[in-house]
């Protein structure tokens, strides 16, 4: 099977799994959270999960449960990024935001309601597993929280009126979007039976070339091609690009993708499909 293949066949599993977890009321909340949800994407998140725990030969109905978890939390905090307090974004995947279409109040509820959503998927759908479920959960939110996710969102909110300096970028990135990335790595071991830092370098290096990626195509990338409004500058973000130049970002990125592939050197055959997937991370256009 190509990698093109394999992926498509997560990510039919991943979407049929959501389509499934969302359309389960017809209440406004639900139809504004299914709107976000099932807007597409290339559901890098669950895929990580997934293809992580089939590496170690683990549970794939944990490993699809608890990506659609990750992709819950994911969404919530893409529609609350996009809202005029935040980013004031009106497109999000070339369809108007949740907030334009929805209002912002309903927007913000659809995003509480993604965030708790994901911690009942994990113990309410099939299959159980009691001790993993727990360990995931533990997991998902501690990355997804003050001290991971969240917190690189405040940080990038500050790196807005602050000067930009590196070691700022780096923890801006490293938490707005390595720790959900580094969840996903924990989720798929958890689900796997393995410890759950068995893929850390893999995705601390892969989290921070994806974010780098996101820099560099802001810039080279029209706003039409990416399907967003603003441009990193307009919101004045802080970003590799605007603090080491796009030959130094493009570097970086290229080095951070190669430390991710060696991270996974050891698995041999088994970790074909990851090594894959940080190349066509590290070529992607959009």
Do not use: W
Not at 44 to 55: G, K, L, S
């Amino acid at each position: 099977m190509t990698f093109s293949e394999k992926y498509s066949e997560y990510t039919d599993k991943i979407n049929a799994a959501l389509e499934k977890a969302v359309k389960t009321s017809d209440e406004i909340t639900y139809r504004a959270m299914a709107y976000s949800l099932l807007a597409g994407g290339k559901r890098v998140r669950p895929v990580i999960v997934m293809a992580c725990c089939e590496a170690l030969g683990g549970d794939m109905g944990l490993a699809l449960k608890y990506g659609c978890a990750i992709e819950m939390i994911h969404t919530y905090s893409l529609i609350h990024d996009d809202l005029p307090c935040m980013d004031n974004d009106s497109l999000r995947r070339g369809r108007p935001t949740n907030h334009m279409v929805y209002g912002e109040a309903q927007a913000l509820l659809a995003g509480d309601g993604l965030l708790n959503l994901a911690a009942e998927h994990i113990s309410g759908a099939e299959p159980h597993n009691a001790e993993k479920d727990i360990r995931a959960v533990a997991h998902l939110f501690g990355n997804s929280g003050a001290m991971g996710m969240i917190g690189g969102q405040a940080d990038d909110i500050f790196a807005e009126t602050h000067e930009a300096t590196r070691e700022l970028v780096e923890k801006i990135h490293h938490r707005k979007t390595g720790a959900l990335i580094r969840a996903a790595g924990e989720l798929g071991a958890v689900a796997a039976g393995a410890e759950a830092d068995f893929f850390r370098d893999y995705t601390v290096h892969l989290g921070l070339a994806f974010q780098i990626r996101d820099d560099i195509l802001d810039v080279e990338s029209s706003a039409e091609q990416l399907g967003k409004s603003n441009s990193d500058a307009d919101n004045n973000k802080a970003t590799f690009v605007s603090v080491y130049g796009i030959d130094e970002a493009k570097l970086r990125l290229e080095r951070e993708t190669a430390l991710a592939l060696s991270a996974v050197e050891p698995l041999g055959e088994k970790g074909a499909f990851l090594r894959e997937l940080a190349d066509y991370l590290l070529k992607r256009d959009k």
